[in-house]
T-cell receptor, first 115, second 110 residues
Framework: ETGVTQTPRHLVMGMTNKKSLKCEQHLGHNAMYWYKQSAKKPLELMFVYNFKEQTENNSVPSRFSPECPNSSHLFLHLHTLQPEDSALYLC??????????????FGEGSRLTVL | AQSVTQLDSQVPVFEEAPVELRCNYSSSVSVYLFWYVQYPNQGLQLLLKYLSGSTLVESINGFEAEFNKSQTSFHLRKPSVHISDTAEYFCAVRADDMRFGAGTRLTVKP
């Protein structure tokens, strides 16, 4: 199994749909992250969870709702998205969260297209 | 908060030529520095990192980067590139959270 697994890899949804992205890490890490990757822009940090507690919400619109039931699983619930939300959504994990020194381990991403 | 600037959005080079991908950062506190690589339709993979100690760090596939504190830089170099090095390269800085540059697309031509 790969260290960080994301499903689905591809998702197409209408603006009125509700869908969820799932991320699972098998590395025993304590922190998990959602990043948004859009063309020609730096990766945007969206949310950080450390020991299941949200430690950062980087001014993300409420149509994105994260959920972290345990240190191994992270969800991103999507509702009434806009076409500009189309992007690659990357999940990552690290041994420690905010203030840690180690690298992040990334999943392969979920490519979201909003019609 | 810290920030990262990758000075070149695209770098085309011929196979076996040397390459340098530039990265500068700003931070009011000590930072840890990383280079990640992203191949098409994949996530980011760690290439190398600087946490402490020797300012020159190397990867297993021939890349190296040097931490220069006075110039706040962490440029990535390889003396001879291969076609397979074609990818997007991201410089990242970690103080509290990990912040990434906009990326440099390296294209190696035959």
């Amino acid at each position: 199994e790969t260290g960080v697994t994301q499903t689905p890899r591809h998702l197409v949804m209408g603006m009125t749909n509700k869908k969820s992205l799932k991320c699972e890490q098998h590395l025993g890490h304590n922190a998990m992250y959602w990043y948004k990757q859009s063309a020609k822009k730096p990766l945007e940090l969206m949310f950080v969870y450390n020991f299941k507690e949200q430690t950062e919400n980087n001014s993300v619109p409420s149509r994105f709702s994260p959920e972290c039931p345990n240190s191994s699983h992270l969800f991103l619930h999507l509702h009434t998205l806009q076409p500009e939300d189309s992007a690659l959504y990357l999940c990552a994990s690290s041994l420690h969260g905010t203030g840690g020194t180690g690298e992040l381990f990334f999943g392969e991403g979920s490519r979201l297209t909003v019609l | 908060a810290q920030s990262v600037t990758q000075l070149d959005s695209q770098v085309p080079v011929f196979e076996e030529a040397p390459v340098e991908l530039r990265c500068n950062y700003s931070s009011s506190v000590s930072v840890y520095l990383f280079w990640y690589v992203q191949y098409p339709n994949q996530g980011l993979q760690l290439l190398l990192k600087y946490l402490s100690g020797s300012t020159l760090v190397e990867s297993i596939n021939g890349f190296e980067a040097e931490f220069n504190k006075s110039q706040t830089s962490f440029h990535l170099r390889k003396p001879s590139v291969h076609i397979s090095d074609t990818a997007e390269y991201f410089c990242a800085v970690r103080a509290d959270d990990m912040r990434f540059g906009a990326g440099t697309r390296l294209t190696v031509k035959p």
